[in-house]
């Protein structure tokens, strides 16, 4: 693979940009691997990363049924965080956040980090008691955050209508070194540096069926044939429950649509990321201008990733009162993912009945941020079977034995 650097953007300037290669292969599959990953989300892409960096593993191919990214990899609102309340998702989004301050070089491709930092506004007394316990945690977790007063707030985002009659703003939990990266450039480049490991991304094929003998699993029926393999690692999100499904067995997790809205582009006006959770909404503003805005998840079970006329007109009325200016905006664009819901908002990153079988899921309206840290760690599980520190208390038995990873504040998204 030819580096990407300053010097090859001059070079094929001169030369009418005709030597560019191709980013990654698209190869036909072959009849065997040592690990199979369903799904190229960012999650699946990671997982396949870190097996080749970390434990030298790269017969690895990632199937994925549409194009790599086109899940919730590349619908998400890239907001990137690690102020979380439990240790142990403190110490999983705090991987991935650090992950993504060098991914860029890591990956000698472009993802945009912008370390803009974010804010999750307290609009109720019982919002201030929660962040100020979160930022408290924090501080013994290693993870930066502080609690900031209304003036300070003011002074970050001064588009913010901090006096709102209804739910004036009463502080906020504030993270300087969180922000946001380029969605679908995180899939490129974790795709372009799996495929220069030799790994297979193999797109447009969709896994119909989990082959098994003797409680383990053998290999996976395709729209492209059937594959073997020695591990089977399964990251398709919203699609969790179908892949277990086919596996034999049931998860903890329930599928919903979650969307998101932009509006026409418009000058800088606004370089933080703004949360306000207690009337579910929240808003950045993208480098094209566009203000990139979301609430919280349908309030039912679907497959559709679509977006619907109630949403746009329930999110924008409840941030109309913080940020009066959206008023004047004209909406451009909506969409819809799918996100994959557990009962404790946490993911899990888990072995499954099947003995050869891996289950990376759950990361629900949440898991952008985590992509690089869930991927460290999933690779982990899979590469030695076990699960490693990052990943250990996200086993699907916890479910069973009530150690519930309660993040349904910190999760930040209605749900
Ligand atoms: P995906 O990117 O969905 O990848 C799974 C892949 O599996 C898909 O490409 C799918 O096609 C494939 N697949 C499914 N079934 C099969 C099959 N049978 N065979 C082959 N392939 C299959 N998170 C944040 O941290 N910050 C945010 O600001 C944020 N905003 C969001 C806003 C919206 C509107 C949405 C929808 C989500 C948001 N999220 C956010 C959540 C985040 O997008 C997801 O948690 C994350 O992208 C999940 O990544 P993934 O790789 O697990 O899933
Ligand atoms: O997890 O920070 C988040 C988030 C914001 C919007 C959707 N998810």
């Known amino acids: 693979m030819k580096r990407y650097s300053a010097f090859a953007v001059a070079r094929e300037a001169v030369r009418y940009h005709q030597g560019w290669e191709r980013a990654w292969a698209s190869p036909q599959p072959k009849k065997r691997y040592d690990v199979v990953i369903v799904g190229a989300g960012g999650h699946g892409l990671a997982t396949a990363f870190y097996l080749g960096k970390n434990f030298g593993i790269t017969n690895v191919a990632i199937i994925e049924k549409g194009w790599l990214g086109g899940g919730n990899t590349g619908r998400n609102t890239t907001i990137i965080r690690s102020n979380y309340l439990q240790d142990p998702s403190a110490a999983i989004y705090e991987k991935a956040r650090s992950l993504y301050e060098t991914m860029s070089q890591d990956l000698n491709y472009n993802v945009m980090f912008s370390p803009r930092g974010v804010m999750m506004l307290a609009q109720t007394q019982s919002e201030i008691r929660g962040y100020e316990r979160t930022a408290h945690a924090n501080a013994y977790q290693g993870v930066t955050t502080e609690f900031i007063g209304p003036q300070r707030v003011k002074e970050l985002c001064p588009i913010i209508n901090i006096d709102g009659p209804r739910y004036p703003v009463l502080g906020a939990l504030w993270q300087a070194r969180g922000g946001t990266a380029r969605h679908d450039a995180v ?161 899990v990153i888990t072995k499954t009945p099947l003995g050869n079988c891996f289950m990376n899921g759950g990361w629900g309206t949440g898991g952008f941020k985590s992509i690089p840290g869930s991927g460290w760690a999933m690779a982990e599980l899979v590469a030695k079977g076990e699960p490693g520190p990052l990943s250990a208390a996200f086993g699907m038995e916890r479910f069973k034995e009530g150690r519930f990873i309660d993040e349904s504040v910190a999760a930040g998204v209605a749900h």
């Not at 393999?229 to 499904?245: D, N, P, Q, R, T």
């Not at 418009?266 to 703004?274: E, Q, R």
């Not at 959770?277 to 679907?302: A, C, L, P, R």
């Not at 009066?324 to 009962?343: A, F, N």
Request: charged letters at 20%.
């Open 187 to 347: 899939a490129w480049g974790y795709a372009r540096a799996c495929s220069d490991m030799g790994m297979d991304i193999i797109q447009k094929c969709e896994v119909t069926g989990v082959r098994q003998n003797a409680g383990k699993v053998v290999g996976v029926d395709t729209t492209k044939g059937a594959i073997d393999c020695e591990k089977l690692a399964i990251v398709v999100a919203g699609h969790s429950g179908e892949l277990a499904g086919m596996a034999g067995f049931r998860l903890p997790m329930e599928s919903v649509a979650l969307q998101a809205l932009v509006s026409e582009p418009i000058k800088p006006c606004m370089d933080v990321v703004v949360m306000a959770n207690t009337v579910h909404g929240y808003m950045s503003q993208s480098d094209k201008g566009e203000m990139v805005i979301g609430g919280g998840t349908d309030g039912f079970n679907n497959y559709t990733q679509r977006g619907s006329f109630h949403h746009i007109e329930e999110t924008v009325r409840a941030l109309v009162e913080t940020f009066p200016m959206i008023s004047r905006l004209k909406m451009l664009r909506q969409w819809g993912g799918i996100v994959d819901v557990t009962g404790d908002r946490s993911p």
